[in-house]
Nanobody, 122 residues
Framework: QVQLVESGGGSVQDGGSLRLSCAAS?????MAWFRQAPGKEREGVAG???????TYADSVKGRFTISRNNAKKTLDLQMNSLKTDETAIYYC???????????????????WGQGTQVTVSL
């Protein structure tokens, strides 16, 4: 199983930006970011695979950018124009090939990080 460690979380004001990073013990074909707000289910935010394709949840399109550096074994998530309802724990996930239409489904990933807290306040 892949070891994943997230960093970069913190507190930011509404409309602010944060950049999350995930360090992986090894490279996998697909990686993704998920988030879980208090009392809610974990949801997919963005995914990227080695086929070069990226997938975004509709709610973050145009504001979030996912990227990966295979040489450094890292996955990043640049988050701009953050909203208060995006306060959540953000998780990095990894697995082998995941079909394009399923890249934001939690069930498709077997390796998970411990998460990093993102708090957006007014």
């Amino acid at each position: 199983q892949v070891q994943l460690v997230e960093s970069g979380g913190g507190s930011v004001q509404d409309g602010g930006s944060l950049r999350l990073s995930c360090a992986a013990s090894t490279i996998t074909y697909c990686m993704a970011w998920f988030r879980q707000a208090p009392g809610k289910e974990r949801e997919g935010v963005a995914g990227i695979c080695n086929d070069g394709r990226t997938t975004y949840a509709d709610s973050v399109k145009g504001r979030f950018t996912i990227s990966r550096n295979n040489a450094k074994k890292t996955l990043d998530l640049q988050m701009n124009s953050l909203k208060t309802d995006e306060t959540a724990i953000y998780y990095c996930a990894a697995d082998g090939y995941v079909s394009l239409l399923r890249r934001l489904e939690t069930s498709q990933y077997s390796s998970w990080g411990q998460g990093t807290q993102v708090t957006v306040s007014l």
